[in-house]
């Protein structure tokens, strides 16, 4: 099962400049609404296949709107040998910058 780490650790490893791979699994109309600056955006649907956009060498930090969609995707990704976090609560916690 995918460690699961709080929104506040991802934005403080981002502002430390830590290399964070961030991959939104919401749908399109939600991303329009903005999506943590750098993120990779693949909807859940999409994940197996897409997934030769992805490096299975990288950890990838896995965000939908509210955490239930990211943790299938992690189920999804680990079962086809990525490595993976689930960022709990998902866009509705986050409170770091935003693209739009």
């Known amino acids: 099962m995918a460690k699961q780490v709080p929104p506040k650790t991802v934005a403080h490893r981002l502002q430390n400049g830590e290399d964070v791979l961030i991959l939104d699994v919401r749908e399109n109309n939600e991303v329009e609404d903005g999506k943590i600056p750098g993120a990779k955006h693949i909807p859940i649907g ?4 897409r997934q030769d956009e992805l490096n299975k060498n990288e950890t990838y930090v ?16 680990e079962a086809l040998g990525y490595k993976v976090e689930d960022m709990v609560g998902g866009m509705n916690d986050w ?3 935003l693209d739009k």
Do not use: P
Request: aromatic content about 0%; proline content about 0%.
């Open 46 to 49: 999409h994940i197996a296949l």
């Open 95 to 97: 409170n770091g910058e």
């Open 62 to 77: 896995v965000v939908c709107q509210s955490g239930n969609r990211s943790k299938a995707a992690c189920g999804i990704l």
